[in-house]
């Protein structure tokens, strides 16, 4: 999504339905992603953590994707809002509307679960990087650990929106299962690095 951040708030603040709740999530997703890479980018080709380089340099590689893949949900959310949008339009006594509303459902999902998976994905960074990254940016660590806590955390309830309208409640329950684990695994990391952080930075 090529938009200015300015703008972009400003269309959150508005009372546009896009971007919203989906778009902040993935935006949020993709700042904790920058600054792991702003860390590793500190750090690379400092003397003191010369022993970590090779790992710095696949993180700055891993994060920049990831940041591209981030974004790009941003635009994404809003493109599946449409046809979900559209569905709730249709009258009720149209035959076919519950069977469009139901996959237009399952479609707007995808995107909340395009984030977790992708937060998922590199949620180990914040990890490595308390320890192999530069201490003069680990508050900066901490700040990521949080952000992507908040941007999950997010995601899911834009996957609960969705899918406590599903009429097949096997299908929303196996998506819920699947989002709350993804969820509680790489909630506890960002619990434990961000505590990690905290009680080094207090001292």
Known sequence: MNIQIDEFIKQLSSKSPVPGGGGASALISATGAALCSMVANLTSGKKKYEHYQNDIEHIISRTQTSIGQL????????????????????PKEEPRRDEILEKTLVTACSVPMEILYE?????????????????LAVSDVGVAASALRCAMESAILNVYTNTKLMKNREIAFKM????????????????????????????
């Open 176 to 203: 819920n299962t699947e989002a709350e684990r993804v969820l509680a695994a790489s909630v506890k990391i960002c619990d434990d690095v961000y505590c990690q952080v905290s009680d080094e930075l207090r001292g």
């Open 119 to 135: 937060v998922s994905c590199i949620i180990d960074v914040i990890e490595q990087l308390v320890v192999k990254g530069t201490k």
């Open 71 to 90: 974004l790009s949900l941003i635009q994404k959310d809003a493109e599946v809002f449409e046809p979900l949008s559209a569905a709730y339009g249709i």
